[in-house]
């Protein structure tokens, strides 16, 4: 337990760090500070691991640009030869054996994520069945839980059907808003960039609406740090999280925060804890729908929806 004289001293240096437009002395003893974990309300591993991610992913960019290595314009001799020069560059501190020793641990796993991203494949119809009797009965989006309806599973076989969008949807996910939201897609659990395959055991099937808000975004914070403004006739405007905030939250979800239901068996929200509070990362929680908090009210029809970013 954080005694609440650290607390006090965190939460002040911090307020100073923010007050001072990040430019005076605070932000260096603000980055000594070691973080409290109450200031994470439970979703340490999901923010800790996500903002590491992104220092390591700016480190790799700062010695190279790996948009060019992914297309295939930098080779392997040029790639080692050009780590160790951007490595001499940025890291004047360390010895030539030191950036050898780095090089030798770089070259290879960047290596690795641009062949992986070349291994997409199409799939058989025997593959998408044996991965539709795989997502259960009724087949589900794996990230949500979401049943796929007859029409999504029909084009998903490549067989004739018709669209058809449901009249109510969640107060936040707004899924179903077109087709795509209901569509069936192939994911892979883990993704290409991180060594995955394309071996049936790390396929896994999505909605559209989860898989489009995943996009290539890989941390809680890639996406613009925004909140949307949603507006419906019955209940008039209100914050809602972005969309990526939400497939982020489901997918390190355990489950509903109240019973633990899964997705196995059950669709899964995503709402905020607070209401008082504004719903970005910390402030969401998974729910099943028996669960949520707004109870029969999360549910509302999908006429007169409409959304709009706000900076934050």
């Given at each position: 337990?954080?005694?609440?004289?650290?607390?006090?001293?965190?939460?002040?240096?911090?307020?100073?760090?923010?007050?001072?437009?990040?430019?005076?002395?605070?932000?260096?003893?603000?980055?000594?500070?070691?973080?409290?974990?109450?200031?994470?309300?439970?979703?340490?591993?999901?923010?800790?691991?996500?903002?590491?991610?992104?220092?390591?992913?700016?480190?790799?960019?700062?010695?190279?640009?790996?948009?060019?290595?992914?297309?295939?314009?930098?080779?392997?001799?040029?790639?080692?030869?050009?780590?160790?020069?951007?490595?001499?560059?940025?890291?004047?501190?360390?010895?030539?054996?030191?950036?050898?020793?780095?090089?030798?641990?770089?070259?290879?796993?960047?290596?690795?994520?641009?062949?992986?991203?070349?291994?997409?494949?199409?799939?058989?119809?025997?593959?998408?069945?044996?991965?539709?009797?795989?997502?259960?009965?009724?087949?589900?989006?794996?990230?949500?839980?979401?049943?796929?309806?007859?029409?999504?599973?029909?084009?998903?076989?490549?067989?004739?059907?018709?669209?058809?969008?449901?009249?109510?949807?969640?107060?936040?996910?707004?899924?179903?808003?077109?087709?795509?939201?209901?569509?069936?897609?192939?994911?892979?659990?883990?993704?290409?960039?991180a060594g995955g395959t394309n071996s049936i055991?790390?396929?896994?099937?999505?909605?559209?609406?989860?898989?489009?808000?995943?996009?290539?975004?890989?941390?809680?914070?890639?996406?613009?740090?925004?909140?949307?403004?949603?507006?419906?006739?019955?209940?008039?405007?209100?914050?809602?999280?972005?969309?990526?905030?939400?497939?982020?939250?489901?997918?390190?979800?355990?489950?509903?925060?109240?019973?633990?239901?899964?997705?196995?068996?059950?669709?899964?929200?995503?709402?905020?804890?607070?209401?008082?509070?504004?719903?970005?990362?910390?402030?969401?929680?998974?729910?099943?729908?028996?669960?949520?908090?707004?109870?029969?009210?999360?549910?509302?029809?999908?006429?007169?929806?409409?959304?709009?970013?706000?900076?934050?």
């Amino acid at each position: 337990m954080v005694h609440i004289d650290t607390l006090q001293h965190y939460f002040e240096i911090a307020f100073d760090y923010l007050d001072a437009g990040h430019l005076d002395s605070s932000s260096h003893r603000f980055a000594q500070l070691k973080d409290p974990d109450l200031l994470f309300l439970g979703h340490d591993t999901m923010l800790v691991s996500d903002v590491k991610a992104i220092w390591v992913e700016w480190f790799v960019h700062s010695i190279l640009d790996l948009k060019r290595v992914n297309q295939g314009r930098v080779s392997g001799p040029h790639l080692a030869k050009q780590v160790m020069d951007g490595l001499e560059i940025l890291t004047p501190g360390i010895s030539d054996n030191r950036r050898e020793e780095l090089s030798k641990v770089l070259v290879p796993l960047i290596l690795q994520r641009r062949r992986s991203e070349t291994r997409r494949v199409s799939y058989s119809l025997q593959e998408k069945r044996s991965l539709l009797i795989n997502s259960g009965k009724p087949a589900r989006c794996w990230i949500c839980g979401v049943p796929f309806p007859e029409w999504a599973k029909d084009k998903f076989l490549r067989r004739e059907h018709e669209a058809k969008l449901p009249k109510f949807g969640d107060v936040f996910l707004r899924r179903g808003l077109k087709p795509r939201d209901l569509e069936v897609e192939i994911e892979h659990r883990v993704p290409f960039s991180a060594g995955g395959t394309n071996s049936i055991e790390n396929l896994a099937l999505s909605c559209g609406w989860c898989n489009t808000g995943k996009g290539d975004r890989k941390t809680i914070y890639d996406p613009s740090k925004t909140l949307m403004s949603v507006y419906h006739p019955m209940i008039g405007t209100f914050l809602a999280p972005c969309r990526f905030w939400i497939v982020r939250t489901l997918t390190f979800s355990s489950g509903c925060v109240t019973c633990g239901a899964t997705t196995s068996e059950h669709e899964l929200s995503v709402y905020i804890r607070n209401s008082g509070g504004v719903p970005v990362p910390p402030n969401l929680a998974t729910y099943c729908r028996e669960h949520h908090p707004l109870k029969e009210a999360s549910v509302l029809s999908l006429d007169g929806f409409e959304q709009r970013r706000l900076n934050t």
